[in-house]
């Protein structure tokens, strides 16, 4: 196979990328608690609204007319 050093030179390809770009910690002034409580409280929050859009707004015909067809 033509593919012998493939894994190698991907791996230094990798390392280069990596490289240019240090991971930085979140600096958010947060603890890892504060942060799980208020992702949660956003995830509440968009389920909400989805809840409340497909309760009332799911309806589009409004858009289209009534008895308008629709082109393909």
Do not use: C
Request: charged share 40%; glycine share 12%; proline share 4%.
């Amino acid at each position: 196979m033509a593919r012998g050093n493939q894994r190698e030179r991907d791996r230094e390809r990798a390392q280069a990328r990596g490289n240019h770009k240090p991971k930085q910690p979140k600096n958010d002034g947060l603890t890892p608690e504060q942060r799980r409580e208020r992702d949660a409280r956003a995830l509440q929050e968009k389920a909400a609204r989805k809840a409340g859009q497909s309760m009332g707004g799911g309806n589009h015909d409004h858009f289209l007319g009534v008895g308008a067809k629709i082109k393909k």
